[in-house]
C-alpha cells in the first residue's frame, strides 16, 4: 500500500531560521509528488510540483527537491506568515490496472515566531 | 481563489440524515477528487471522478456514494449519518489526472460537516 510519510509533525522556528520538512515516500510508480499549504480551516493551496529525481522548484523562501524516495522543502530565512501546515502528496499509477490516486502525508505544522 | 467551488460552505445535521455536498470543478479541468479531513486524521482519500467516470476508490464507505454529472460539477451523498462522520470534505479538481505527468489538484475551501 502506498506510503507518505512527514517528518517532523510539528516544528517551530524563529524568524529568520531557516530549515527544512521531510517527505518520504513508498509507492509504486510514482508520477509526481506535489507540495500544498494549508491554512486552519481551508483548502491547501498549491505550492509545487516535482516529477522526476533531482528536480528542483523554488518560490519565495520556499525550494522543494525530490530524490528517488525523499522529498525536502526547503525554508530560508522564514517569516510568521510562512505558519502553516504543509502538506506532501504523491500521485502514482497502478500499472496493473487503470487505477491511480493522490495520496497525502499527515502534514508538518510549522510555526514561525516573530 | 483556486476556482473550485464547493457548496455548502457549513452543514449541520442529525443523526441517521442524509446530505448532499456540491462541487464545481474549475474551468478546463476533468477530473474530481474528494476527501476527508478530521481533526487528527491527514486528508483521507475517498473517491475520484474523470469526465464522468469513476477512477479510483479510496476509504469510502459503503454509506458514501458520489457522482460526476456531464457538465462536470460534481456531488458527494452521505446517508445514515454518524456523529464520526463530521469533519471538513474537500473536493479537488485537476486537468490531467494521470498516468504521466498528472497535473496538479486545485482544492475548494470545503464543506463542514457537522453531525448532532
Known amino acids: 500500500e502506498d506510503q507518505v510519510t512527514q517528518s517532523p509533525e510539528a516544528l517551530r522556528l524563529q524568524e529568520g531560521e531557516s530549515s527544512s520538512l521531510n517527505c518520504s515516500y513508498t509507492?509504486?510508480?510514482?508520477?509526481?509528488l506535489f507540495w500544498y499549504r494549508q491554512d486552519p480551516g481551508k483548502g491547501p493551496e498549491f505550492l509545487f510540483t516535482?516529477?522526476?529525481a533531482g528536480e528542483e522548484k523554488e518560490k519565495e523562501r520556499l525550494k522543494a527537491t525530490l530524490t528517488k524516495k525523499e522529498s525536502f522543502l526547503h525554508i530560508t530565512a522564514p517569516k510568521p506568515e510562512d505558519s502553516a501546515t504543509y502538506l506532501c502528496?504523491?500521485?502514482?499509477?497502478?500499472?496493473?490496472?487503470?487505477?491511480?490516486?493522490?495520496?497525502f502525508g499527515k502534514g508538518t505544522l510549522l510555526t514561525v515566531n516573530p | 481563489d483556486s476556482g473550485v467551488t464547493q457548496t455548502p460552505k457549513h452543514l449541520i445535521t442529525a443523526t441517521g440524515q442524509r446530505v448532499t455536498l456540491r462541487c464545481s470543478p474549475r474551468?478546463?479541468?476533468?477530473?474530481v477528487y474528494w476527501y476527508q479531513q478530521s481533526l487528527d486524521q491527514g486528508l483521507q482519500f475517498l473517491i475520484q471522478?474523470?469526465?464522468?467516470?469513476?477512477?479510483a476508490k479510496g476509504n469510502i464507505l459503503e454509506r458514501f456514494s458520489a457522482q460526476q454529472f456531464p457538465d462536470l460539477h460534481s456531488e458527494l451523498n452521505l446517508s445514515s449519518l454518524e456523529l464520526g462522520d463530521s469533519a471538513l470534505y474537500f473536493c479537488?479538481?485537476?486537468?490531467?489526472?494521470?498516468?504521466?505527468?498528472?497535473?496538479?489538484?486545485?482544492f475548494g475551501q470545503g464543506t463542514r460537516l457537522t453531525v448532532v
Open positions: 474551468s478546463g479541468d476533468l477530473s
Open positions: 516535482l516529477y522526476s
Open positions: 502528496a504523491v500521485h502514482s499509477w497502478n500499472s496493473g490496472g487503470s487505477n491511480y490516486k493522490l495520496t
Open positions: 509507492v509504486s510508480g510514482l508520477r509526481g
Open positions: 471522478y474523470y469526465n464522468g467516470e469513476e477512477r
Open positions: 479537488a479538481s485537476s486537468f490531467s489526472p494521470g498516468p504521466s505527468r498528472p497535473t496538479e489538484a486545485f
